[in-house]
């Protein structure tokens, strides 16, 4: 069984468009993540999020938002997407804060034309 | 700021062992992670050094000094599946200050 999900798994789109990406985990965890690696393969934290609280990267874009439906899904939600939003994005999920281990999912690949 | 450097690539021989090296400058320090990523694939966790010294786990050791801000992956007897990046990450003050460095390509030769 997949532990951390995540679809579509490549996702192209045009500027301006408003587009989700879905993430869930069956691992029972309590925190989850989404994470944007560059094309230079730079790996950065977007937001961090359990049931009580949303940490967010200062350095995101207000654009992106994460929406929470329960403690198994944290889905990305980006508006009016630019070119510099191509990337691959990867959820992930821990057992508790930074200090732990994390999952990762797949990737979405999202290519914005 | 945070700051974290790590060799681009690297080379070494199947059978052979390699030390990838992490260097950091981090306002605060709580840990250090190794991720391994192949490629077109997610980061899958190797290590994490709180306290100084030297952490094996079978092929794999992760070593760490915090008053250096220095740390090593080690990596022995390599085989071909090796071949990855190695990326270094710090977890360090502030509840999202998880930063990753920009990652080792490791390729395993013959």
């Known amino acids: 069984d997949t532990a951390v999900s995540q679809t579509p798994k490549y996702l192209v789109t045009q500027m301006g468009n408003d587009k989700s990406i879905k993430c869930e985990q069956n691992?029972?965890?309590?925190?989850m993540y989404w994470y944007k690696q560059d094309s230079k393969k730079f790996l950065k934290i977007m937001f961090s999020?359990?049931?009580?609280?949303?940490?967010i990267n200062e350095t995101v874009p207000n654009r992106f938002s994460p929406k929470s439906p329960d403690k198994a899904h944290l889905n990305l939600h980006i508006n009016s997407l630019e070119l510099g939003d191509s990337a691959v994005y990867f959820c992930?999920?821990?057992?508790?804060?930074?200090?732990?281990?994390?999952?990762f999912g797949p990737g979405t690949r999202l290519t914005v034309t | 700021g945070q700051n974290i450097d790590q060799p681009t690539e690297m080379t070494a021989t199947e059978g052979a062992i390699v030390q990838i090296n992490c260097t950091y400058q981090?306002?605060?320090?709580?840990?250090l992670f190794w991720y391994q990523q192949h490629a077109g694939e997610a980061p899958t966790f190797l290590s994490y050094?709180?306290?100084?010294g030297l952490e094996e786990k079978g092929r794999f050791s992760s070593f760490l000094s915090r008053s250096k801000g220095y740390s090593y992956l080690l990596l022995k007897e390599l085989q071909m599946k090796d071949s990855a990046s190695y990326l270094c990450?710090?977890?360090?003050?502030?509840?999202?200050?998880?930063?990753f460095g920009k990652g080792t390509k490791l390729s395993v030769i013959p």
């Open positions: 992930a999920s821990s057992q508790g804060d930074l200090s732990y281990e994390q999952y």
């Open positions: 691992l029972g965890h309590d925190t």
């Open positions: 999020y359990n049931n009580k609280e949303l940490i």
């Open positions: 981090t306002s605060g320090f709580n840990g």
């Open positions: 050094n709180v306290l100084d």
């Open positions: 990450a710090v977890y360090g003050a502030g509840s999202y200050q998880l930063t």
